[in-house]
């Protein structure tokens, strides 16, 4: 059983930036991908950012040219660098590890962007 554990979140300012970080309890190395998810009060968890074990990343629309996922092997984590934060970016991140068709989840982190 993967333990994620996210942390960075916080509030911010609108135009501001955050880095989120998440630690895999195990090695990352065979993960099929690791991404970052997002729900806002009231809606439904969105896919904010993948990335393969290739290197290869996607990004929702809305966060495009403005976020980066990045993984570290060495280190067992995955990343997620916030820029030009909007209102509309507020929320509970979560990281999430694919593997062997299994998804597991961390607890979450909040983000919360002030006007």
Known sequence: QVQLVESGGGSVQA??????SCA?????FSANAMAWYRQ???KQRELVARITAGGSTIYADSVKGRFTISRDNAKNSVYLQMMSV?????GNYYCNLAKYSVNYWGKGTLVTVSS
């Open 86 to 90: 909007k209102p509309e970016d507020t």
């Open 24 to 28: 895999a309890s195990e090695s990352i």
């Open 15 to 20: 135009g501001g930036s955050l880095r989120l």
């Open 40 to 42: 806002a009060p009231g």
